[in-house]
């Protein structure tokens, strides 16, 4: 397919996004705002390995060239761009109901920000870096695995006592779905791709397969195609494939082997 050059639609919310943990921050709030209200938007896919997301047409919409990045044609062609500012902006606008979000004048309002702004400064970043060097650069360097792998090991123990005696992130008693859980879901799921053992998280494991069980955040995910880095399509992959079975192991070795190198200890709250 031949890849976008300029907006397609004429009205509604136009996105922008490719297969990320980023990308279904917006993906999945507009299913769920689609199936809870009627939303309709248009999507196109930005291939970030071609570097659709440099050329002019995008970074006229986003001046930081990444995606996702939003364009609200029913409101004069206004653009947005970064998850948290997405999510943020339709939930004001197109979730009246707070069925995602919470009042602004409530506790849960600042709660909510909170996790989402631990997520874009903490976990976002240094789940990034981890996939980085464990996964894509032909060096491996040990140093550089440990201490990504381990901080993003150190955040999940954060996550995880949250979410103890928890159903979602924010809200009154084991509290709601929401643009909280909706931050970090994408993130969680590709955990075991970052080097992460999820197991050893049974209370983020657990509110995963709770969110995974919602129609539209399903969909959302196969927005603009179905993922093969998640952690339940690793799994199945190892199980059919014995070579990519091997390579993981190996994969666990070297970051065993990083983490005994460095003096590394798991520790977090």
Not at 1 to 27: D, H, Q, R
Not at 42 to 63: D, M
Not at 149 to 155: A, C, F, K, S, W
Request: proline content about 6%; glycine content about 8%; aromatic content about 12%.
């Amino acid at each position: 397919m031949s890849e976008p050059t300029g907006l397609v639609a004429k009205s509604g919310i136009e996105l922008l996004t490719f297969g990320t943990p980023n990308g279904w921050k917006a993906s999945i709030l507009l299913e769920e705002l689609k199936a809870a209200y009627g939303k309709k938007y248009t999507y196109q896919s930005i291939n970030i390995l071609k570097n659709t997301q440099k050329e002019p047409w995008f970074t006229a919409i986003n001046p930081n060239g990444r995606i996702p990045a939003i364009v609200d044609h029913d409101r004069g062609g206004f653009a947005v761009f970064e998850g948290l500012a997405i999510l943020g902006y339709l939930t004001r606008l197109y979730d009246p109901e707070h069925r995602f979000s919470f009042p602004v004048d409530s506790e849960d309002y600042t709660v909510c920000e909170e996790w989402m702004a631990w997520q874009h400064g903490g976990l976002g970043p240094m789940q990034g870096q981890a996939n980085h060097f464990f996964r894509f650069v032909k060096e491996k360097i040990p140093y550089a695995v440990q201490r990504y792998v381990g901080e993003t090991e150190r955040l999940y123990g954060i996550l995880n006592a949250r979410l103890a005696g928890r159903d979602f992130i924010v809200g009154p008693g084991r509290g709601k779905f929401s643009i909280a859980d909706i931050n970090l879901l994408g993130w969680c799921n590709i955990a075991v791709f970052s080097g992460i053992d999820i197991d050893a998280f049974p209370h983020v494991k657990e509110w995963i397969d709770r969110c995974l069980e919602r129609p539209a955040v399903r969909k959302g995910i196969a927005v603009p195609d179905e993922s093969q880095i998640t952690n339940d399509t690793i799994k199945k992959s190892l199980e059919a494939d014995p070579e990519r079975k091997k390579a993981a192991e190996e994969s666990a070795q070297f970051l065993k082997e990083s983490k005994e190198k460095y003096g590394y200890k798991y520790a977090s709250p």
